[in-house]
């Protein structure tokens, strides 16, 4: 497993764009899968996009041309660009790790960080 630890939350118009990072700790990052999910009081968590270590990436149908997620191996360190916020886009969002090649499903993740916080004022 790796500690991870993510930052980046806050408040925003919406519109707006935040940039969420997540730093891995431990040398198996670089052969981890990465993903972000997000969850609200009322919904369960749900998957909003996630990169592997082989390169294939995927993004959730409601944040498709909105919201992108990259890696950086050197710094143990992945990233959720988000752009055109929306009051929807409120949630706890969570950085998470798999050993899992392509697009693991959420119960493949065996490391999650504490989350960050994003709220999108109308």
């Known amino acids: 497993q790796v500690q991870l630890v993510e930052s980046g939350g806050g408040l925003v118009q919406a519109g707006g764009s935040l940039k969420l990072s997540c730093v891995g700790s431990?040398?198996?990052?670089?052969?981890?899968?990465m993903g972000w999910f997000r969850q609200t009081p009322r919904n369960d968590r749900e998957f909003v996009a996630s990169?592997?270590?082989?390169?294939?990436?995927s993004h959730e149908d409601s944040v498709k041309g909105r919201f992108t997620i990259s890696r950086d191996n050197d710094v143990n360190t992945v990233y959720l660009q988000m752009n055109n916020l929306q009051p929807e886009d409120t949630a706890v969002y969570y950085c998470?790790?798999?050993?899992?090649?392509?697009?693991?499903?959420?119960?493949?993740?065996?490391?999650w960080g504490r989350g960050t916080q994003v709220t999108v004022s109308s």
């Open positions: 990169i592997s270590w082989t390169g294939t990436i």
């Open positions: 998470a790790a798999s050993s899992d090649a392509g697009i693991p499903t959420a119960r493949k993740y065996d490391s």
């Open positions: 431990g040398r198996s990052f670089s052969r981890k899968t």
